[in-house]
């Protein structure tokens, strides 16, 4: 994590200087890692971003989720080489803020550009860095609202998080995150290296029983899937599902057009039948062999209505007790189920449901669908370059930084999401589709349920097995959340003591040493933005949820009808895309920075140092103007997530450009430097 207690220069609130005030170089290469890993998160981050990589660009788009994150990786391989190299050159405590400007600096006739490129470079910063926090509040937000269904399932519905909670959740969680960082209790080294461990082990361990649960069930074998959350190894009965009238509601085709039989009639949505007090009443259930069967199976109230064994006369099939056989669920991965619908068919158009092997895992599928995934990605990748700014508590920062950029990618990265990824994927089934993955809000939880249930032997344990999961990404989110609260205050810190954004964000506190107006300020706008996120975060759905089925104050408002969500936007992606622009820029702006750094100086290699950055530079530009023309040219990527997160980025970049021209004139400095200045 970034320390923003040990922040040098500046005044403090109470008007005392600081500029006394050092950092200890007490960190080694496995310290810088480990603090370089506290962003990447890769136990957390698959939990969490699962469900939107699954549900944008669907029906489809998620086939290619595996090399999605493959391509994202060679991109950010490319810039954190830049990084790398850059504070080789500049070592310190640096970031691309400041790299901008020692750059540009060191050249003959560059030096013009250098408070431009500075500036240009700290503004698409915050773009990133104070989006970033608010997305990680509001992820947490969703996590928590899966885990109080899972703890109280009477209150809180299985479908739909509250929103009153969530947004509870997002006030307290902020400010709770805020005040650590406040306080400058950013978590040592130590801690890190435990948080890590935890989360990496947990998923790892999760992967690899993903991995033995489909090995242990071949096609048709009878498997465990949900009903309304609850894991069982049985078909469920079907009723239809009927609006506030008690009529039955039409079902729709993809294109929202009535759906209707081979012969007009209408066909009625479906949901899983649920078990009532009255059949369990034996005065009121006459049919002794079903309510022998439902008391022999200890289903209560609410569980899921089992659906029963029948011979070819239409008669129910009897075990020796006389009591009702339930139809086991068995599980498919034929590729004719795994694909399914009509290439061009607006009504029934191609769906991907779940990988018929494991090279259809790791296949692209489409050119398409792996700039979609890759753009998502991007999001759980960045913060390897948080670490560039550690240079003063780096005992070797030439050397060691550089390869904690690239070691922190590799090993979380290349090693951990690639793994995680690929048993995850592998695990989807009939049973468990791309689909229900991308209507719920913990798909990796669901998934832990299933596994858990048929690894330790009852719902329960598979619930407890995923409620300990569920911990460890909760601590890897806490330690997420600080380090890009602490990283993005150094950066509007920086700026403030630069004088380029109000100068009373370069202060830090007298007592606890922390920039705490840009803590404060970073603090407030992570709330509006966690709100923002989850208020429509399962937004953009391929086919109508199932309607609420819960009416208490924790429902109140904030729930919109089932069918809505497959028009509305998807805010935690809006939120997502805006957060990967300002990387993209940022990332683009230090590659553009990495080639004037090395252009005139004797160390230049022609391929780090200009066909790298020159890689990363299109990669980065070419995934931002996938965004303008995806819409229009992939089936079920929706226009309106890229579109409104583009619009946020292109007044942030106006507002910023009247913002530079205005504070240069109001503070009487240069736009273009007329000369070098002198060093001090």
Not at 148 to 168: K, W
Not at 385 to 395: L, P, Q, R
Not at 402 to 411: K, M, N, Q, T, Y
Request: proline share 4%; with cysteine.
């Amino acid at each position: 994590m970034a320390n923003a207690d040990t922040l040098t220069g500046g005044k403090s609130s109470s008007g005392t200087s600081s500029s006394g005030t050092t950092s200890k170089a007490t960190l080694g290469l496995t310290g810088l890692t480990v603090n370089a890993m506290a962003l990447i998160a890769p136990g957390a981050f698959l939990w969490l971003t699962f469900q939107m990589q699954s549900l944008y660009g669907a029906p489809m788009a998620g086939c290619a989720m595996w090399f999605g994150i493959l391509a994202a990786l060679l991109l950010c391989f490319a810039t954190a080489i830049s990084y790398a190299e850059l504070s080789k050159l500049f070592p310190g405590a640096g970031s691309s803020y400041l790299y901008a400007e020692q750059a540009f600096l060191s050249k003959t006739h560059a030096y013009r550009f250098a408070r431009v490129a500075k500036f240009f470079t700290g503004w698409a910063s915050h773009l990133y860095y104070w989006v970033y926090p608010g997305c990680m509040v509001g992820v947490t937000a969703i996590l928590c609202g899966y885990i109080a269904s899972q703890l109280f399932p009477n209150t809180f519905s299985g479908t739909y998080n509250s929103p009153l909670f969530m947004y509870l959740f997002c006030i307290v969680f902020a400010i709770g995150v805020g005040y650590i960082a406040f306080r400058g209790v950013n978590g040592s080294t130590g801690v890190n290296i435990a948080i890590n461990i935890i989360q990496i082990s947990a998923l790892i361990v999760f992967a690899i029983i993903a991995l033995a649960y489909r090995a242990s069930h071949p096609q048709g074998a009878q498997a465990i899937h949900l009903s309304n959350g609850t894991a069982i190894n049985y078909n469920v009965d079907q009723v239809n599902v009927t609006d506030d009238k008690g009529k039955p509601v039409q079902d729709t085709f993809a294109d929202n057009s009535p759906k209707t039989d081979d012969k007009g009639q209408p066909v009625f949505k479906q949901q899983d039948r649920q078990v009532t007090k009255d059949d369990l009443d034996k005065d009121k259930n006459k049919d002794t062999a079903v309510l022998g069967a439902l008391t022999a199976m200890g289903l209560g109230e609410g569980d899921p209505f089992p659906v029963w064994q029948k011979d070819e006369a239409g008669k129910l099939k009897l075990d020796k007790s006389g009591n009702a056989m339930a139809d086991p669920f068995t599980i498919s991965y034929k590729p004719e189920e795994a694909v399914t619908g009509k290439a061009g068919d607006a009504k029934d158009p191609l769906t991907f449901n779940f990988h018929s092997s494991k090279a259809s895992v790791i296949a692209p599928h489409g050119f398409s669908f792996m700039f979609i995934q890759a753009c998502i990605a991007i999001l759980i990748l960045v913060g390897f370059e948080s670490v560039t700014a550690m240079g003063e508590e780096a005992k070797n920062a030439k050397r060691d930084i550089p390869r904690a950029v690239l070691l922190s990618l590799v090993i979380q990265g290349a090693v951990c999401y690639l793994f995680e990824y690929f048993a995850a994927n592998y695990f989807l089934n009939s049973g468990y589709t791309m689909a229900n993955a991308g209507a719920s809000s913990a798909p990796l939880g669901d998934m832990m349920v299933i596994t858990g249930t048929w690894l330790f032997g009852s719902p329960a344990a598979g619930k407890a097995f995923m409620l300990i999961q569920a911990f460890t990404v909760f601590l890897a989110l806490v330690g997420t959340t600080l380090s890009c609260i602490n990283t993005g205050a150094r950066v509007t810190y920086a700026m403030g003591r630069d004088e380029e954004v109000p100068s009373h964000f370069g202060l830090v506190h007298g007592r606890t040493l922390s920039p705490h107006r840009a803590i404060w300020t970073l603090v407030i706008i992570s709330i509006v933005i966690g709100i923002i996120s989850v208020t429509i975060a399962s937004g953009g759905q391929s086919s109508d949820p199932a309607p609420l089925d819960k009416h208490n104050i924790w429902y109140s408002f904030g729930i919109f009808s089932p069918h809505a969500y497959t028009w509305l936007p998807n805010t935690l992606v809006i939120i997502t895309l805006i957060s990967n622009f300002g990387t993209f820029l940022l990332y683009m702006t230090t590659c553009v920075i990495a080639i004037v750094a090395f252009k005139e100086h004797h160390t230049f290699n022609g391929f780090k140092h200009f066909f790298v950055p020159v890689f990363g530079l299109v990669a980065n530009l070419v995934c931002m103007l996938f965004y303008l023309v995806g819409p229009f040219l992939v089936s079920g990527m929706s226009w309106h997530e890229p579109y409104i997160a583009l619009l946020v980025a292109a007044c942030w970049g106006i507002y910023g450009l009247l913002y530079f021209r205005k504070r240069s004139t109001t503070a009487g400095k240069e736009m273009f430097l007329k000369e070098k200045p002198v060093a001090a």
